[in-house]
């Protein structure tokens, strides 16, 4: 019987240290997040109507690589239409996005976006029956206000290095958007 229980209870005090150690330094090692905690889901929306209807969509979903770089991809959708002019649009595109956090909340982000459009003339603004593509490479400087453990508002002021005259926004681009 004696035998029994000292086996038991060297047993439990063999397995009962529950955090992991490098034996080396002495320190605990910290657990590794799971991939679900690095994963997150944000984007932006805006609504215009009147004269000048604007409607835009734009989800994005990123990864957490290291506690200040985050990198992902998103989708872009923009109608457009101006009744004065009678002119309308449906721009599509996506894009590849990264933000390095210099501090908890300040960070820099950049971007790559392809964007697809209708081709109008720039002179007569009539339409050439032709969508186009126009890249796009808006770099900047971003604030993250955290309203919860993973909710958060992101305000960002970019400028986009690669403006055309096609580009449908102008310089500088102001955005506020949300992750989760």
Not at 5 to 23: A, N, T, V
Not at 101 to 128: K, S
Request: aromatic share 20%.
């Amino acid at each position: 019987m004696k035998t029994i229980l000292s086996g038991i209870f060297m047993f439990l005090c063999f397995f009962s240290y529950s955090q992991e150690y490098d034996p080396y330094t002495y320190q605990d090692i910290p657990k590794k997040s799971a991939i679900s905690e690095k994963i997150f889901l944000g984007g932006g929306f805006g609504l215009q109507f009147g004269t000048y209807t604007n409607v835009k969509i734009a989800p994005e979903i990123g990864y957490k690589i290291t506690e200040k770089l985050d990198v992902g991809v998103g989708l872009y959708y923009l109608f457009l239409k101006n009744n004065y002019y009678h002119l309308s649009d449906r721009i599509y595109g996506g894009k590849l996005f990264s933000r390095f956090y210099v501090t908890p909340n300040f960070f820099l982000t950049g971007e790559y976006e392809v964007l697809n459009l209708a081709d109008y003339d720039l002179y007569t603004g009539q339409y050439t029956g032709e969508r186009i593509f126009i890249d796009g490479l808006p770099l900047g400087i971003g604030w993250r206000q955290q309203l919860g453990d993973r909710f958060a508002v992101l305000t960002t002021l970019m400028y986009n290095v690669l403006q055309k005259e096609k580009t449908p926004y102008s310089n500088p681009v102001f955005r506020i958007s949300f992750i989760y």
